[in-house]
């Protein structure tokens, strides 16, 4: 059991963990979750030992091996898989001592721990781990000096899988890794024997992989029973008890304050008033829940609508030097298509991506859409683009050169850039900053297709769902490029495969590009229709696209509605709360009473009907 008992530990004079405790059962996988900035790197950090706590602790059992992924990526020139079966330390102590081992008992101790470890399968158990994780068996042979700085990252994650520690800690293990890397790597985590905490704000890993979820929040940890769908609800039951608690306790000390302010100077009440302050004295404040709140992502819609397609390829090639990387491209894209790109890293992802918003060019057929069309491109990578010595007011300032200096601070306070963080320079904005203003750069003049090629990184859970909302929200085109099947489940409608050189529609749903994934069925032929000239003609627009414009427009509409009806209740509340009312207008008083009552009831079967709704389209 992995044991936190009171960790205190505070950087640079900032508190992130006080008196926190948990404690984690053998073999449970827990996802440590938190607002960005609360401490979770810190915690991982404090249970390994590489940072020292106030006070407090944090301890396994004796003789219980803690693991995680290396900090610097491995870069020599051993083999990809040396280099993962070297993660297994005792492993390599064993067969290192069995080479110069001379006393009969102790070679046969040796030999016998190597048989219980598994010792003979360790090559091919890291293939599987490697093959897993997206490594060529030709790759898995070869140097890690050969690999970029992220397929490094892969090895070292590979490495502390391999090595199945007792407790495994895992800080964010998906940044490296693409969609498909990600499914493997959940059903790992599922199937890990031991006990795991992970760091994640991916949505559906926290979901399908684990089966408690730590929060730290207030610098204080609260574990939660089942995964995180699980957890935000008991969360929203707890907060609702905590205000109706609250709400009740102000009301009991309102009461009680009334009682001694009017009978504490009278004689015959001075002890029941005394009594009633020495319980006021002792009624112990219920503390006000703490949100803090998430500033939405603003997507401008375009201003002038492009007739369809927006874009059109016929048998369109594209790459490198005159080398193409992706040929045979027959496809079309729409004003209103919600895309998501699949396939491995290096695949050609990304290369799609950039001959669809300019950066690249076809190199043989054709690619076609209007002059006046624009686009808006969001790529990890520009983060590191971006002017260290910049500020965003410097940024906003060149886009709207005409704009006053209070117009350009409400653009940026808009979009969560308050006051301080508007003159901040980029080389002090953490990652999910930078992202904010790439985001808020790359949609600015309201682009008609918006591409976004991993777009959640850096982003806390709020925060990418804020993001799914602002996509949802844009009214253009959308292509997305993401490890996090759950933004690709709520804001994508169709799937286009990029493999074996080509991009193509995958006719499936994400289970089922799952279930390929992880090897359980065959890949099916995309449905095509050839029209008569041999053109590609796409398969008509699905009607859950039409159910789901429908829904909003009945959910905006009741949205509206329900905010009526709350404004009445709330008049008649202030009206019904002067006293007055009762003995001067009694009448009145009562047609009040009867009326806030009916407004209840409709409020409730209006929040009902919305409720079916959102259940409607959830399900469309």
Same mark, same amino acid.
């Given at each position: 059991m992995l044991q936190i008992n009171s960790l205190t530990f505070r950087i640079g004079g900032r508190l992130l963990l006080e008196g926190a405790s948990a404690a984690l059962p053998d073999g449970h996988k827990v996802g440590l979750v938190g607002r960005n900035g609360m401490g979770k790197s810190t915690l991982l950090k404090l249970i390994l030992g590489d940072l020292i706590a106030e006070s407090g602790s944090a301890s396994v059992p004796k003789n219980a091996r803690i693991g995680t992924v290396a900090q610097e990526a491995p870069g020599g020139p051993e083999s990809l898989l040396d280099t993962v079966?070297? /993660?297994? +330390?005792?492993?390599?102590?064993? &067969?290192?001592?069995? #080479?110069t081992a001379k006393d009969p008992h102790r070679i046969a101790e040796i030999q016998i721990r190597l048989a219980d470890i598994d010792a003979h399968s360790a090559h091919a158990r890291a293939a599987v781990i490697l093959a897993?994780?997206?490594?060529?068996?030709?790759?898995?042979?070869?140097?890690?000096?050969?690999?970029?700085?992220?397929?490094?990252?892969?090895?070292?994650?590979?490495?502390? &899988?391999? /090595?199945?520690?007792?407790?495994?800690?895992?800080?964010?293990?998906?940044?490296?890794? =693409?969609?498909?890397?990600?499914?493997?790597? +959940?059903?790992?985590?599922?199937?890990?024997?031991?006990?795991?905490?992970?760091?994640?704000?991916?949505?559906d890993l926290l979901n399908e992989a684990v089966d408690s979820i730590l929060h730290l929040d207030q610098t204080k940890l609260t574990i939660y029973v089942?995964?995180? %769908?699980?957890?935000?609800?008991?969360?929203?039951? +707890?907060?609702? &008890?905590?205000?109706?608690?609250? *709400?009740?306790?102000?009301?009991?000390? %309102?009461?009680?304050?009334?009682?001694?302010d009017r009978f504490k100077a009278k004689a015959s009440k001075a002890r029941q008033a005394q009594s009633r302050m020495k319980a006021l004295a002792k009624l112990e404040p219920i503390a006000g829940i703490v949100e803090n709140r998430v500033a939405p992502f603003l997507f401008p819609n375009p201003e002038r609508a492009l007739a369809p397609p927006l874009v059109r390829w016929d048998k369109a090639a594209v790459g490198y030097g005159g080398k193409p990387v992706l040929k045979n491209i027959t496809l079309r894209m729409d004003p209103d298509d919600r895309i998501a790109l699949l396939g491995s890293n290096g695949n050609g992802k990304s290369t799609f991506a950039k001959l669809l918003c300019g950066k690249l060019k076809v190199c043989d057929g054709e690619?076609?859409?209007?002059?006046?069309?624009?686009?808006?491109?969001?790529?990890?990578?520009? &983060? =590191? #683009?971006?002017?260290?010595?910049?500020?965003?007011?410097?940024?906003?300032?060149r886009l709207m050169p005409d704009a006053t200096v209070s117009q350009r601070r409400a653009k940026l306070g808009a979009v969560g850039f308050g006051a301080a963080l508007a003159d901040? *320079?980029?080389?002090?904005?953490?990652?999910?900053?930078?992202?904010?203003?790439?985001?808020?750069?790359?949609?600015?003049?309201?682009?008609?297709?918006?591409i976004l090629d991993e777009p959640t990184n850096h982003l806390d859970v709020d925060s990418r769902e804020a993001l799914i909302v602002a996509i949802n929200d844009y009214e253009g085109a959308v292509v997305l490029i993401s490890h996090d099947r759950h933004i690709i489940e709520t804001c994508a409608d169709t799937l286009w495969l990029v493999? %074996?050189?080509?991009?193509?529609?995958? =006719? /499936? %749903?994400?289970?089922?590009y799952t279930d390929l994934v992880l090897g359980r069925t065959a890949p099916k032929k995309p449905e095509r229709v050839v029209a008569a000239t041999g053109g590609f003609t796409p398969p008509a627009k699905p009607r859950q696209r039409l159910m789901t414009s429908a829904l909003k427009k009945q959910l905006h509409e009741l949205d509206l509605k329900m905010l009526k009806i709350k404004d009445k209740i709330i008049v008649l509340e202030q009206a019904l709360a002067d006293h007055t009312i009762y003995s001067q207008e009694p009448k009145k008083a009562a047609d009040f009473a009867r009326l806030k009552s009916r407004f209840e009831t409709e409020l409730e079967r209006e929040e009902n009907h919305w409720l079916e709704l959102q259940e409607g389209m959830l399900n469309a």
């Open positions: 079966m070297a /993660g297994d +330390k005792e492993r390599d102590a064993l &067969l290192t001592e069995a #080479e897993g994780l997206g490594f060529t068996e030709e790759q898995q042979n070869g140097p890690c000096s050969a690999l970029s700085g992220g397929w490094r990252m892969r090895v070292a994650l590979a490495a502390a &899988l391999f /090595g199945a520690p007792d407790v495994l800690l895992l800080d964010e293990p998906t940044n490296y890794l =693409d969609l498909e890397g990600t499914i493997w790597l +959940k059903s790992y985590i599922r199937d890990y024997p031991h006990t795991i905490l992970l760091v994640s704000h991916d949505r089942g995964n995180y %769908d699980n957890f935000e609800r008991q969360r929203r039951e +707890k907060q609702a &008890l905590t205000l109706k608690l609250k *709400k009740k306790q102000e009301e009991q000390r %309102d009461h009680m304050q009334a009682f001694v690619m076609r859409h209007p002059p006046r069309i624009t686009m808006g491109y969001f790529a990890q990578h520009q &983060l =590191d #683009e971006l002017s260290e010595d910049q500020t965003p007011f410097e940024y906003i300032s901040s *320079k980029c080389s002090v904005l953490s990652g999910g900053e930078k992202a904010r203003l790439l985001f808020m750069l790359a949609t600015f003049h309201g682009p008609h297709i918006l493999n %074996d050189g080509t991009v193509k529609p995958f =006719d /499936g %749903d994400m289970d089922e």
